[in-house]
């Protein structure tokens, strides 16, 4: 692995970088598997690196590095792509002057994750993981999701010839499991929802010796994710916005922006972090209540009862630990989408930016929405005393419509 070495972001514990590092065996409590049951706060681990000592070498890597896709960022990354990879990132960012008016914003730009090769930004997490697993000959991956995790492990798989497992909710939507069958994969529909479906993928792919895909807990994942962030600043001559917006489930693909522009700014490529607007659905938010916890808020009582939002229907994040402490880092904010909320998003973006996009992905519409409604100039508080957002991206993270 290319990477310097591991940090435990409970414990704080270093450890190497092997291709086989997974929890923290201190700050995890492995004996909940045999439950079909995920450990309560596991020990994840985060990727540190030997960082470019200059934002001009970081640049020159960036300029030297002569493709288009994500591994031209390759000092931030723990290992070299493998040959023939699926062309992943690269995808476009573009104005939305319409929607920027509608919003009250200068500009809102879309970074349109769509056109990853299985239409998705989890395609940068396996972009990752399958160069890994190539390196190290691993044929059999496994992962737990929804559809998008899951659909695009097994393009990726597909394409090089290896085995994909995975692991989807009693519920998982028709178009998903046709995508899934497309691809070839080996599908186990678990007896429960998202959570559920992760512990059986632990408990299966551990037996069985696979390599994990599963992003909240496999540490070089994540920063597969983070290049989003690289290339929301490479496409904006290396500066960034003043927040952008996303949705969450797990925490991993907000918190993988955050680390993303955060390393930008600690080489000195930006001056400073955008502000991280992340969003989950009113009935399924426990983020947004540990967040709103941590800042002694209180919170409106739920509506919804359940959710369309597939792609962030998760019980216990397993990356609240990481994500809580990007956002403290830049002053960010965890809010809530209803559904009927979304389902207007999901119509302004395509009626007035002329993107479709899943369900899920049009909640980060609504944060941002309810984000810039409390920053206006006339509800300036204490504690938000700082201008009033101008420019946005939003994160188009998915466009897989399930009906
Ligand atoms: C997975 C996913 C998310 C949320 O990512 P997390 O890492 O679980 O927070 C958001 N949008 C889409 C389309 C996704 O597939
Ligand atoms: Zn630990």
């Known amino acids: 692995m290319l990477a310097k070495k591991l940090v435990c972001l409970e414990c704080q514990a270093v450890s190497e970088p092997t291709p086989d590092a997974y929890l923290c065996p201190q700050c995890t409590d492995e004996s909940t598997w045999a439950q079909h049951r995920c450990p309560d706060r596991p020990g994840i681990l ?3 690196y030997e960082m ?4 001009s070498e970081f640049l020159a890597g960036v300029a030297i590095a002569g493709r288009r896709d994500l591994f031209r960022y390759q000092s931030l990354l723990p290992i070299a792509p493998c040959p023939d990879l699926l062309p992943t990132g690269s995808t476009p960012l573009f104005s939305a002057p319409r929607l920027a008016a509608r919003l009250g914003l200068e500009t ?9 090769p299985t239409q998705c930004l989890k395609d940068r997490a396996t972009a990752v993981g399958v160069s890994i697993a190539h390196a190290s000959g691993r044929p059999d991956l496994f992962c737990a999701s929804a559809g998008n995790a899951a659909i695009s492990l097994a393009g990726y798989c597909a394409h090089r010839g290896l085995t994909s497992h995975v692991f989807v909710p009693r519920r998982a ?10 691809y070839g994969a080996q599908i186990t529909v678990s007896k429960g929802d998202y959570d559920r479906a992760v512990a059986d993928s632990e408990v299966e792919g551990r037996k069985q010796g696979w390599w994990s895909r599963n992003c909240a807990y496999n540490p070089f994942l994540v920063e597969g994710k983070k290049t989003v962030a690289f290339e929301i600043s490479e496409q904006l001559d290396w500066s960034a916005p003043d927040v952008v917006a996303a ?3 797990d925490g991993c693909t907000l918190a993988a922006i955050g680390k993303g522009f955060r390393e930008l700014r600690e080489i000195g490529v930006l001056p400073k972090s955008p502000r991280l607007i992340g969003v989950q659905a009113d009935a399924n938010r426990p983020l947004v209540e540990a967040f709103a916890a941590s800042r002694n808020r209180e919170l409106s009582p739920r509506r919804d009862a359940s959710t369309r939002a597939a792609s962030i229907d998760v019980k216990h994040p397993r990356n609240q630990t990481r994500l809580l402490a990007e956002l403290s880092g830049c002053a960010g904010e965890l809010v809530t989408a209803q559904d009927a909320e979304i389902t207007t998003a999901q119509a302004w973006l395509s009626q007035e930016a002329g993107v479709v996009a899943e369900f899920t992905s049009a909640a980060a519409l609504v944060g ?3 984000t810039l409604e409390r920053a206006s100039p006339s509800s300036l508080d204490q504690e938000n005393s700082e201008l009033p957002p101008r420019t946005a ?3 188009l993270t998915g466009g897989r419509v399930d009906d």
């Open 46 to 48: 985060d990727v540190r």
């Open 52 to 55: 470019p000592g200059s934002s």
């Open 108 to 116: 809102l730009w879309i970074k349109d994750e769509t056109k990853n």
């Open 173 to 182: 939507s028709e178009v998903r499991l046709s995508w899934l069958q497309r």
């Open 247 to 249: 949705p969450v489930g």
């Open 368 to 370: 941002l929405r309810k």
């Open 393 to 395: 991206v939003l994160v």
